[in-house]
């Protein structure tokens, strides 16, 4: 009885699962420059956090820096579509479509560049984060033990049925 009262206590502890996942701002400063910010959703600083602008039709590389302490870069507007890349390391990717400039970007004869699709990206990170594989794990284990647990109520119940009727 005490093995099974652990088991259960253990069970019941709550289990607190920390997760945080990158966020990416691009702020259009009405210029001709763009401020990007990154930072963690739980406030985290995400200095050092690599940031890359990429064009869209042609996959150059526009401008390529990591971000200062401050957790912004303020940069111009480039004048091709793009993308703004935040990488803060494994599963922390964020891609963003760029702000256009004023007078809109320029025509470009486009080049055909492999587009990611965004929904697979997004449930890639779901899948690869730590806190939904934690959850999934424990989900499995309640759903074992009560399995487990329903079984030997079920045998207790179908002995006490057999003697009784004897």
């Given at each position: 009885?005490?093995?099974?009262?652990?088991?259960?206590?253990?069970?019941?502890?709550?289990?607190?699962?920390?997760?945080?996942?990158?966020?990416?701002?691009?702020?259009?400063?009405?210029?001709?420059?763009?401020?990007?910010?990154?930072?963690?959703?739980?406030?985290?600083?995400?200095a050092?956090?690599?940031?890359?602008?990429?064009?869209?039709?042609?996959?150059?590389?526009?401008?390529?820096?990591?971000?200062?302490?401050?957790?912004?870069?303020?940069?111009?507007?480039?004048?091709?579509?793009?993308?703004?890349?935040?990488?803060?390391?494994?599963?922390?990717?964020?891609?963003?479509?760029?702000?256009?400039?004023?007078?809109?970007?320029?025509?470009?004869?486009?080049?055909?560049?492999?587009?990611?699709?965004?929904?697979?990206?997004?449930?890639?990170?779901?899948?690869?984060?730590?806190?939904?594989?934690?959850?999934?794990?424990?989900?499995?284990?309640?759903?074992?033990a009560?399995?487990?647990?329903?079984?030997?109520?079920?045998?207790?119940?179908?002995?006490?049925?057999?003697?009784?009727?004897?």
């Amino acid at each position: 009885m005490n093995k099974i009262f652990k088991l259960i206590l253990l069970f019941l502890l709550p289990v607190t699962l920390y997760s945080h996942s990158l966020l990416l701002n691009i702020y259009d400063n009405q210029d001709g420059t763009i401020t990007i910010e990154g930072m963690f959703n739980t406030g985290e600083s995400a200095a050092g956090a690599f940031v890359k602008l990429q064009a869209l039709n042609s996959g150059e590389i526009l401008f390529q820096k990591r971000l200062p302490d401050s957790n912004e870069l303020t940069i111009n507007i480039p004048k091709v579509k793009y993308q703004v890349l935040l990488d803060g390391g494994p599963g922390h990717t964020v891609i963003k479509e760029g702000v256009p400039p004023k007078g809109g970007f320029i025509k470009e004869e486009s080049k055909e560049v492999k587009k990611k699709d965004k929904s697979s990206k997004m449930s890639a990170q779901l899948s690869s984060s730590k806190a939904v594989t934690i959850s999934i794990v424990v989900a499995f284990i309640l759903l074992f033990a009560t399995i487990f647990i329903s079984i030997i109520n079920t045998n207790k119940l179908i002995n006490e049925l057999q003697t009784k009727s004897r």
